[in-house]
């Protein structure tokens, strides 16, 4: 699949939505995004729920307008079933890089108009000696 896929194209869209420090910081914006069976690994390592993270996401670094933001670069996406898409990109949030990981997924049943929500992400650190 390519990027033009319209899966695939929603999916970098919402993605980039929930790195916008004004959705970051409302937790009804990052709910609309994210999936009620959600879970992440992130890049410290933690494991994060649901109510877990829509709770810590207007705290964290990148969650508001006159401090440090996401910038996301090199998107590849491919769709791995019907309603289900696998995101990976690189970020830079105040100098650390990460690589990406975001499964997005329509609800089970539900109609094709409905939109995809992260189900899952897992952030990697990159160490500052590889490219």
Avoid: C, K
């Amino acid at each position: 699949m390519t990027l033009q896929d319209p899966d695939i194209a929603e999916a970098i869209e919402r993605e980039l939505r929930l790195l916008d420090p004004a959705v970051r910081a409302s937790r009804a914006l990052a709910a609309e995004l994210h999936d009620p069976e959600f879970s992440e690994i992130g890049s410290s390592g933690r494991r994060w729920t649901y109510e877990e993270i829509l709770a810590a996401l207007p705290e964290m670094t990148g969650s508001t307008g006159n401090g440090p933001r996401h910038e996301a670069t090199a998107f590849t996406g491919t769709v791995l079933a019907p309603g289900i898409v696998h995101l990976t990109y690189e970020s830079v949030l105040d100098g650390r890089r990460a690589r990406r990981s975001s499964i997005w997924r329509r609800t089970p049943g539900a109609p094709g108009d409905t939109p995809l929500r992260l189900y899952y992400h897992q952030g990697t650190p990159v160490p500052e000696d590889l490219g």
